[in-house]
């Protein structure tokens, strides 16, 4: 192998090895809110028409478990890396940024898509899903996990300690996928805070990621398509830069 694909490897076996936490943990989790909220709202909530609530869950908490779980990787590693000051011995290696890009985002995809793929085989045990469009759920699935796993990027570079970190986490990553159509529609929504949903990218990735199973979305799937792919492109070209410039790696 060569010096990224050891980098990859080496990031890849980071989470696995601790895959009772790192991907059993949030499989678990998605499946309690799977539970609580389908078997509390089933048959309360109808959002599309032969798609019961609980199937309708499913998408959204496989794609928000692996939106969180491809930032987490991305961020987790660096900020532990340079807080216990090892991050030194792979800047005398002769990897080159775009490198370091490939390896850390690639193990965040990885991690992101086994988490996702966790959820849904636990969750045919509880509903039928239907697969309308698989193109458009691996698209979103792998541009998602891209974006997340570049921006744990930006956050592991950019803090300095597991404090800032789980700030970033807290205040800008949850809130963003909890209010992104995880758990609704947004056309039941007041129509304030459908205009502030269209302004959350998670939002784009959950109704595009969601459209590739049932085949109707809140909107259009190519906008979707649009909005995600800018801003992955965006995220990555700023994770890039820091990573050029050695923000906070070389100081």
Request: proline residues 4%; aromatic residues 16%.
């Amino acid at each position: 192998m060569n010096g990224w694909q050891t980098l990859l490897y080496k990031e890849t076996l980071r989470f696995w090895k601790v895959a009772a936490q790192t991907i059993a943990g949030p499989v678990l989790t998605a499946m309690l809110y799977l539970l609580i909220f389908g078997h509390a709202l089933e048959s309360h909530v109808k959002v599309y028409e032969q798609v019961s609530y609980t199937a309708f869950l499913v998408p959204g908490l496989a794609m928000m478990s692996l939106l969180q779980n491809a930032f987490a990787n991305s961020s987790s590693s660096l900020i532990m890396s340079k807080v216990m000051g090892n991050l030194i011995f792979l800047l005398l290696t002769p990897l080159s940024y775009m490198h370091w890009f490939v390896a850390y985002v690639g193990a965040a995809v990885i991690r992101g898509l086994v988490v996702a793929l966790g959820v849904f085989v636990v969750a045919a045990f509880f509903a039928p899903m239907h697969y309308a469009w698989p193109l458009w759920i691996v698209v979103f699935a792998v541009l998602g996990a891209t974006l997340m796993g570049a921006m744990g990027l930006i956050a592991g570079l950019w803090a300095e300690k597991f404090d800032q970190l789980a700030a970033f986490q807290n205040f800008v990553v949850m809130p963003m996928t909890f209010l992104s159509g995880v758990f609704y529609s947004i056309h039941s929504l007041p129509p304030f805070w459908q205009g502030v949903s269209h302004l959350n990218p998670f939002f784009y990735m959950i109704d595009g990621f969601r459209y590739g199973f049932f085949g109707v979305s809140d909107v259009s799937p190519w906008l979707s398509l649009s909005v995600v792919g800018v801003a992955t492109l965006a995220v990555s070209l700023i994770a890039l830069h820091l990573l050029r410039s050695g923000y906070k790696i070389r100081s």
